[in-house]
């Protein structure tokens, strides 16, 4: 299972996705086909469940701010 963490900006995203990587978390960048308004640009990261709690936490930790996480549906 994969899950959405929203940066919100393209650059937030690369940003989080070289620090998530520096740590061997496995992380993508997408952005939302159906973007809300507190979705900002529609940028997120995404990455599996196993990672998800870390992850934040590296990522505030690091000043990133995070918009919201969301479980990808694949169905």
């Given amino acids: 299972m994969q ?3 929203k940066t919100g900006s393209i650059t ?3 940003r ?4 998530l990587l520096k740590y061997n978390i496995n992380a993508s960048i997408k952005r939302l086909t159906d973007i809300q308004k507190s979705d900002g640009c529609g ?3 995404t990455v ?3 990672e ?6 590296l990522l ?3 000043g990133i ?3 919201g996480v969301e479980r990808l549906d694949l169905s």
Avoid at 16 to 19: A, E, H, P, V
């Fill in 60 to 62: 505030e930790q690091n």
């Fill in 16 to 19: 989080s996705k070289n620090l």
């Fill in 12 to 14: 937030n995203a690369q």
């Fill in 52 to 57: 998800v709690r870390q992850a934040v936490r």
């Fill in 65 to 67: 701010k995070i918009l």
């Fill in 43 to 45: 940028w997120t990261v």
């Fill in 48 to 50: 599996s469940e196993r």
């Fill in 3 to 5: 899950f959405y963490i």
